[in-house]
């Protein structure tokens, strides 16, 4: 708010400290005269307002995601599900960035989450990390039982727990401003049983489609 008007300064037209709105009257009728303004100008007053007094958002530790689950990877394996002793089992974890929303520090926020390592425990003894879940051989242009950054090769035939994790980095939006959060947030898959099968090859006249009775059939 703006207000304008002039002010006589002590011991200068009359001597007191005397605020008279422009165009106002002095309640006898006529408006005064102005008096002189040492300055040559007219003052002006201006009442800035104050900025309100803003909470401080404190930082955002992995803990303080306690309430906030990220979404569980998926899990696939080719050849259809199964393995093949001595030769690479492509296994694949599905995961994407997402956001998840709740209540934090008594304030509604919404978690970002965006998946940047993925850990394989292929059950037999071998662990491998890696920056990406992996991919379908059709969609990697590859031919079956070829390797991939996410496969895994058997030794030997049987039954594998297979476990799956995915860590995602989180950013908090507080609508305000945002908090990245130092570390990462772990989403386990629910292990799997992967069946390896043994691969018996014989030399054979006709295929089994031609032949379902013929050896190896």
């Known amino acids: 708010m ?14 007191g400290s005397e605020w008279i709105p422009k165009g106002g009257t002095d309640g006898g009728g006529a408006a005064p005269a102005e008096p002189k303004n040492p300055f040559g100008m007219d003052l002006l007053y201006e009442q800035i307002p104050q900025d309100e007094p803003t909470e401080e958002i404190p930082a955002v ?11 569980k990877p998926s899990f696939t394996a080719e050849p259809a599900g199964l393995g093949v002793a001595g030769l690479p089992t492509n296994v694949i974890a599905g995961a994407s960035e997402h956001t ?14 965006t998946p940047v390592g993925y850990r394989f ?3 037999d003894g071998t662990i491998s990390t890696t920056s990406t879940g992996g991919a379908a051989w059709a969609d990697l242009g590859q031919a079956q ?5 996410t496969s895994h090769t058997f030794a030997s035939p049987g039954d594998y727990t297979v476990n799956v994790s995915v860590a995602y980095t989180a950013v908090v939006d507080f609508g305000v401003t945002t908090r990245v959060v130092n570390g990462t947030v772990t989403a386990n898959a629910a292990p799997q049983t992967l069946s390896v ?3 018996r090859t014989a030399l054979v006249d006709k295929t089994c489609a031609q032949n379902p009775r013929g050896p190896g059939c």
């Open 100 to 113: 998840v929303a709740g209540t934090l520090f008594d304030r509604p926020v919404t978690v970002r989450f």
């Open 61 to 71: 530790t992995v803990a303080d995601l306690a309430a906030f689950s990220p979404q």
């Open 197 to 199: 099968l043994e691969a």
């Open 2 to 15: 703006i207000v304008e008007g002039t002010q006589t300064q002590p011991g200068i037209d009359g001597g």
């Open 121 to 123: 425990d292929y059950g």
């Open 145 to 149: 039982f070829t390797p991939t950054p």
